[in-house]
C-alpha cells in the first residue's frame, strides 16, 4: 500500500530502521488517497477498528509490527472496493531499508481454508479474549453435499471457547451431538512480527472417525503387505539357510553311521553356515583317519555310548583269532626295509577286508601278525561263525595274492591262522591317559597256541572244538588232541576245510577215512590206521599230516605207551 510505500521511502532517506502502519491506501505517487464523506461514514459503521488514513497515523517503530485492522481499498483501482485489512512492516538489515505488505482479511480467510482437517472442520484466527480475525467459510447444507449440520452453533461455541482461553496450554471441549458433534480446540500461535494470535479448531467428530476409519484401513493394507513382504523374505532367507543345513544334516547323519564317501564340501554365502561346513568336513576327515587305527565296531560304540569307554572290562563270549606269516624272519632279511614295509601292508590290505566283511575288530597289528576279535566291542550272536567264514575267506585272498607274487617271480607268502572261541574280558585297558580297547583272559593265549600249530601240522587253519561247535554249515577235519603249553587239560583241534554243501560224495567219503584212521590210531589199532593214512597219502603224497601221523605210528610200535595213553600229543612248539 502506498502508506507502507511512504514509510519505506522514509525509512531509506532517514536511514533508520522502521515498519510502517498502514493506515490508508495510497496512488502511484505515494500521496494518501481520501475516501468521500460517505465511505468514510460506511467504513466507520462496519469495523470499530478502522481508522482516519492521515500522515499522522504513520509510527516508526525500530521493530518488526502489525498494525491494528482497518480499512483498505482491496483493489487500488476502485475506489469502491474496500476490506478489512492489516498492513505489517520489518527492517532489512543494517539500516538498509524497510519491506511492507498489505493484507486482507479474505486473504487469510483463504490462506487458513487450504489448512483445514476435515472438509466441513472450521478454523479460526484471532488474537486472546476472542478477537476473530479471519476464519473459514461456511458450507451451506441446502446447496452443497456432504455439508454436516452444527456448523454455526461450532463456530459460536469456538469464538467462547477463544475467549476463555488465556494463552497458556492448549484448551478442548465438546459440542453437539450425533452428525452434529464436534471437537473444539484453541492453541497458542508462535509469535510472528510482535504480536501473539490465536489459532483454534472445530472438527466434526463423525468426520474424524471416518479419516481415522479410512487410515485405519490404510494402515491395515500396508500392514498386509508389509507382512506378506516380511514372509517372502523370510521364505527366501529360510531356503538360502535350510538347504545347506540340510545337506550338513545329511552329512553327519552319514557320517553318525561312519559312511565317509561324501567328500563334497557344503558351500554357502552365510558365514557361520560355512564354518560349520569346514567344521563337519574336519570331524569327517578325523574320524576317517580315527577308523585307520581302530576297529569300526569300536568307533560306532563310542559313538552310540561316549559314556562308556572309560577304564572298565565285561567278561563275554567272543571269538579270537591270530594269523602269522611262516618264516617272516627269513623274509625280512632277504628284502630291504622299504620293500618289505610296502610288502607288509599289502599283505594286510589282503586280509582286512574278510576281517570287516564279517564284522570281525582288528585289535591289533602286532609285526607280521594280526589279533582281531569276532563279537565285541558290538556282540555278536554267531561270532565263531563269522571268524571261521572269514579265515577261509582270507586264505583264498592270499592264494590270489601269492599267484600275483609268482607271476612277478617273487617268494610265496604262507601263513597259519588260529581260532578259538571262549569266555574272555573285553573292554579298554590301559590308563587314563591312554586307552586300548582289546581282550583278555585265556581263551585269548589258547588261540595264539594254535595259530602256532599251524604249521606243526602243515594245515592253514586250525580252530578249537568250541569254535567248530558253534559254526554250523561248515564241514571240519579233526586233526588232533593237543596239550599245549601252560595248560595241562589237552585241547581238540580241527582244519575248517569249507561248506558243507560245497563237498561231493567223494570229498565226504576221504574224509570219512580220515576220522577212522584216527579213532583206529587212539585206540592202538596202530595197522588199521597205518594202512588207511598210506592209502589216503595216495592221493595226497604232499601231506605232511599224513607223514607225521605215520610216523607217530612207527614210534609207538616200537614203543608202545603206557596204560594212561588216550591218543593226547604233546606240542612240540609251545
Known amino acids: ?61 525500530p521493530k518488526r509490527s502489525w498494525s491494528q485492522a482497518f480499512k483498505v481499498y482491496a483493489q487500488p483501482t476502485s ?61 451451506a ?105 540340510t545337506r550338513i544334516a545329511a552329512k553327519t547323519e552319514r557320517i553318525r553311521h561312519l559312511d565317509f564317501g561324501d567328500r563334497a564340501p557344503v558351500r554357502s554365502r552365510i558365514a557361520e553356515v560355512a564354518r560349520l561346513s569346514e567344521s563337519v568336513e574336519r570331524m569327517r576327515d578325523g574320524l576317517e583317519t580315527f577308523g585307520h587305527y581302530v576297529s569300526r565296531g569300536l568307533v560306532e560304540q563310542i559313538m552310540r555310548s561316549p559314556e562308556r569307554t572309560g577304564l572298565r572290562g565285561a567278561r563275554r563270549e567272543v571269538t579270537v583269532m591270530f594269523t602269522d606269516i611262516e618264516g617272516f624272519s627269513r623274509i625280512a632279511e632277504q628284502l630291504r626295509p622299504e620293500v618289505l614295509t610296502r610288502r607288509l601292508s599289502h599283505y594286510f590290505e589282503t586280509l582286512a577286508p574278510a576281517i570287516a566283511d564279517n564284522r570281525g575288530t582288528i585289535d591289533k597289528y602286532i609285526g607280521d601278525s594280526v589279533m582281531a576279535v569276532f563279537g ?21 585272498s592270499l592264494d590270489e595274492l601269492n599267484r600275483g607274487l609268482t607271476e612277478r617271480g617273487q617268494p610265496r607268502i604262507e601263513f597259519g591262522i588260529g581260532i578259538n572261541s571262549a569266555a574272555v574280558v573285553v573292554g579298554n585297558m590301559g590308563s587314563t591317559r591312554r586307552l586300548n580297547y582289546t581282550v583278555i583272559g585265556d581263551g585269548v593265549n589258547i588261540a595264539a597256541r594254535v595259530e602256532k600249530l599251524t604249521r606243526e601240522y602243515d594245515v592253514p587253519i586250525l580252530v578249537t572244538a568250541s569254535t567248530q561247535a558253534e559254526a554250523p554249515g561248515f564241514l571240519f577235519r579233526e586233526i588232533d588232541r593237543v596239550r599245549v603249553r601252560g595248560r595241562d587239560e589237552p585241547i581238540r583241534i580241527y582244519e575248517p576245510l569249507g561248506e558243507t554243501s560245497a563237498f561231493g560224495e567223494e570229498g565226504l567219503q576221504r574224509l570219512e577215512r580220515w576220522h577212522d584212521a584216527l579213532r583206529r590210531y587212539r585206540s592202538r589199532d596202530w595197522s588199521g590206521a597205518d594202512a588207511i593214512l598210506a592209502s589216503l597219502q595216495e592221493g595226497e603224497p604232499n601231506s605232511a599230516l599224513y607223514a607225521s601221523y605215520r610216523a607217530r605210528i612207527e614210534t609207538l610200535r616200537l614203543a608202545p605207551p603206557g596204560a594212561s595213553w588216550d591218543g593226547t600229543s604233546n606240542s612240540a612248539s609251545n
Not at 478489512?84 to 538498509?96: E, M, R, V, Y
Request: aromatic share 4%.
Open 141 to 245: 447444507p441446502a446447496t452443497e453435499r456432504n455439508c454436516l449440520p452444527g456448523g454455526g452453533a461450532a463456530r459460536l461455541a469456538l469464538t467462547n471457547l477463544m475467549r476463555e482461553y488465556e494463552g497458556k496450554q492448549r484448551l478442548q471441549g465438546r459440542i453437539g451431538q450425533g452428525d452434529g458433534e464436534y471437537e473444539l480446540f484453541v492453541e497458542n500461535m508462535p509469535e510472528m512480527l510482535g504480536r501473539s494470535f490465536v489459532v483454534a479448531a472445530a472438527v466434526p467428530v463423525a468426520e474424524l472417525s471416518a479419516d481415522s476409519r479410512a487410515l485405519f484401513a490404510k494402515s491395515t493394507i500396508a500392514a498386509a503387505i508389509a507382512v506378506g513382504v516380511a514372509v517372502l523374505a523370510a521364505l527366501a532367507g529360510s531356503l538360502v539357510l535350510s538347504r545347506p543345513l
Open 1 to 61: 500500500g502506498g502508506a507502507v510505500s511512504r514509510l519505506m521511502g522514509q525509512s531509506c532517506l532517514q536511514k533508520e530502521t522502521a515498519v510502517a502502519v498502514m493506515v490508508a491506501p495510497c496512488d502511484w505517487r505515494g500521496q494518501p488517497i481520501m475516501p468521500s464523506a460517505s465511505e468514510n461514514q460506511t467504513m466507520t459503521e462496519s469495523s470499530q477498528t478502522s481508522t482516519s488514513p492521515t500522515s499522522a497515523d504513520v509510527v516508526i517503530k
Open 79 to 139: 475506489l469502491r472496493m474496500l476490506a478489512l485489512g492489516f498492513s505489517a512492516g520489518l527492517p532489512l538489515p543494517d539500516g538498509a531499508g524497510a519491506f511492507g505488505f498489505d493484507i486482507t482479511i479474505e486473504q487469510v480467510s483463504a490462506l487458513i481454508a487450504g489448512y483445514k482437517i476435515t472438509p466441513n472442520s472450521v478454523i479460526m484466527v484471532g488474537s486472546l479474549h476472542g478477537n476473530v480475525f479471519a476464519q473459514t467459510r461456511a458450507c
Open 376 to 396: 565285541a566291542p558290538l556282540p555278536q550272536a554267531d561270532h565263531a561263525l563269522r571268524a571261521v567264514r572269514a579265515a577261509l575267506s582270507m586264505h583264498r
